[in-house]
């Protein structure tokens, strides 16, 4: 059974509008989820995270909000650039205390000029 | 610093045949980890390795096998490849002390068994 579900295989948005992405999780006890950020041909990199006890993290163009009572994380990019079209996973981790890793199935992201 | 390295970056088996997938780090990583990624699948853990001389299975360990060779290498091993681990294979490495557990990945293997 899938624990981390990021429902829509991609998304299509205009330069320079919002980005959202979205991701559900399954398991309460996750301390903390991460976004990658993963282009062709390339191995993931890690974009942001955020810690269950926060709501909101902010980097930049990048924003991750948490809601815990819905079990519900969304990325937001503003303003989109060409440069972001790229797959996004989600991952949460910290189960049991585990370092592992535990991902969604990604959702590409193309950002139209 | 060249961070995580895989060797080789692409490769073609057949059936039956064995081959070993390298992963080198040189960060200092204490955590190290092999992902398969399929179309339309996220990252699956296949094993990790939480230190040096030891391993632990993963999601989908069956038709594998690894060996932390060191701090710094962590291989992946197939001992009679079949056609469903056709994948792209990915390794990571961790830092002790990580608060939020975010790995550095590898650029991948591209594998094919024919």
């Known amino acids: 059974d899938q624990q981390v579900k990021q429902n829509s295989p991609s998304l299509s948005v205009q330069e320079g509008r919002i980005s959202i992405l979205n991701c559900d999780y399954t398991n309460s006890m996750f301390d903390y989820f991460l976004w990658y950020k993963k282009y062709p041909a390339e191995g993931p990199t890690f974009l942001i995270s955020i810690s269950s006890i926060k709501d909101k993290n902010e980097d930049g163009r990048f924003t991750v909000f948490l809601n815990k009572s819905a079990k519900h994380l969304s990325l937001h990019i503003v303003p989109s650039q060409p440069g972001d079209s790229a797959v996004y996973f989600c991952?949460?981790?910290?189960?049991?205390?585990?370092?592992?890793?535990?991902f969604g199935k990604g959702t590409k992201l193309t950002v139209n000029p | 610093n060249a961070g995580v390295t895989q060797t080789p970056k692409f490769q073609v088996l057949k059936t039956g045949q064995s081959m070993t997938l390298q992963c080198a780090q040189d960060?200092?990583?204490?955590?190290m980890y092999w992902y398969r990624q399929d179309p339309g699948m996220g990252l699956r853990l296949i094993y990790y390795s939480a230190s040096e001389g030891t391993t632990d299975k993963g999601e989908v360990p069956n038709g594998y096998n690894v060996s932390r060779l060191n701090k710094r290498e962590f291989s992946l091993r197939l001992e009679s490849a079949a056609p469903s681990q056709t994948s792209v294979y990915f390794c990571a490495s961790l830092p002790g002390g990580s608060t939020y557990n975010e790995q550095f990945f590898g650029p991948g293997t591209r594998l094919t068994v024919l």
């Open positions: 991952a949460a981790s910290g189960l049991g205390g585990s370092e592992k890793l535990v």
């Open positions: 960060m200092n990583h204490n955590s």
